[in-house]
């Protein structure tokens, strides 16, 4: 028997135990879009969002979910999903792209506001991100066009 699990508008049976870190539930449900990357908060690639709220999923324990988890695989079938995918593509915002997914959780966070973030709130939000390949000035070239706000 497994924990429940309300991820990306279904509810799954989950064989887990509670200490397990929701990225490894979500990885074995086959929802491979988060990625383990430092495994300690520190570069945004296991980035879902748990409600309405970005985290990492790698530091959450599946026991501890108490809110609908919404994965990339989901959200890029919003129309913020949608917005934020097409920018990041159209610019070629990733070389290697691992860090892609959880980068597009954020900014598809960031364009379900009302208004859009100034660029020093999507600076502190993309510094939950680490990008190994160097393509920031790209990834916020495309965050700025996704998102209708900041300098282009």
């Known amino acids: 028997m497994g924990l429940p699990l ?36 520190r570069c945004g690639s296991c980035r879902v969002l748990v409600g309405d709220a970005p985290v990492a999923s790698c530091q959450v324990a599946l026991g501890d979910v108490t809110a609908p988890v919404s994965t990339l695989e989901a959200l890029v079938d919003t129309p913020e999903g949608e ?15 691992y860090c892609l997914p959880g980068i597009a959780v954020t900014l598809i966070h960031l364009a379900r506001r009302t208004s859009p973030p100034d660029e020093e709130e999507l600076l502190r939000a ?19 066009q996704a998102l209708g706000g900041g300098r282009q």
Do not use: F, M
């Open 6 to 41: 309300e991820v990306n508008g279904a509810t799954r049976e989950v064989p887990a135990r509670p200490d397990t870190p929701l990225l490894w539930a979500l990885r074995d449900l086959g929802l491979t879009a988060a990625k383990y990357g430092c495994g300690a908060d």
């Open 83 to 97: 917005r934020v995918v097409t920018a990041l593509a159209g610019i070629n915002a990733g070389q290697c792209a």
């Open 126 to 144: 993309l510094d939950a991100h680490l990008c190994r390949c160097g393509s920031q000035p790209r990834i916020l070239r495309a965050a700025r």
